[in-house]
C-alpha cells in the first residue's frame, strides 16, 4: 500500500521561503515520478514541479522559485520554494505516477496522492 503524507506548511511574508517535505512509502523497486500540485479553492489542481529520477520539470510560475529534489534513501520528495508570492498561496500536495517517467501533469496522470498541507502566502 503507497502513502504519501506531505509537512511544513505554514504562513509565511511575500519573498520568504518555505521548504516542503513528502514522506512516502509502499513503492517497490526503482522511484516513480512524483510531483507536487497546488490548489485554491474553486480551481482544478495545478502542477508546480514534477522529478523523474533527478530530473525535474517545473510550471512557468514555478521556474527559476522553486527546487523540487528526492532522497530515494530517506523516502522523501522535497519542494523548496524561495521568493514566494500571494499567487502561491493553496494547498500543496505530494503525488506519484505508477511509473518511473512523468508521462502527464494533469491530476488525472496521478496515481497516489497525499492529504495536502496548506501553504499562506501574506503580509
Known amino acids: 500500500q503507497v502513502v504519501l503524507v506531505e509537512s511544513g506548511g505554514d504562513t509565511v511574508q511575500p519573498g520568504g521561503s518555505l521548504k516542503l517535505s513528502c514522506a512516502h512509502s509502499?513503492?517497490?523497486?526503482?522511484?516513480?515520478?512524483m510531483a507536487w500540485f497546488r490548489q485554491v479553492p474553486g480551481k482544478e489542481r495545478e502542477g508546480v514541479a514534477r522529478?523523474?529520477?533527478?530530473?525535474?520539470t517545473y510550471s512557468t510560475s514555478a521556474k527559476g522559485r522553486f527546487t523540487i529534489s528526492r532522497d530515494n534513501a530517506a523516502n522523501t520528495l522535497f519542494l523548496q520554494m524561495d521568493n514566494l508570492k500571494p499567487d502561491d498561496t493553496g494547498v500543496y500536495y505530494c503525488?506519484?505516477?505508477?511509473?518511473?517517467?512523468?508521462?502527464?501533469?494533469?491530476?488525472?496522470?496521478?496515481?497516489?496522492w497525499g492529504q495536502g498541507t496548506q501553504v499562506t502566502v501574506s503580509s
Open positions: 522529478i523523474a529520477g533527478n530530473t525535474p
Open positions: 503525488a506519484a505516477m505508477d511509473g518511473f517517467y512523468c508521462n502527464g501533469w494533469g491530476p488525472s496522470d496521478f496515481l497516489y
Open positions: 509502499g513503492f517497490v523497486g526503482p522511484r516513480p515520478c
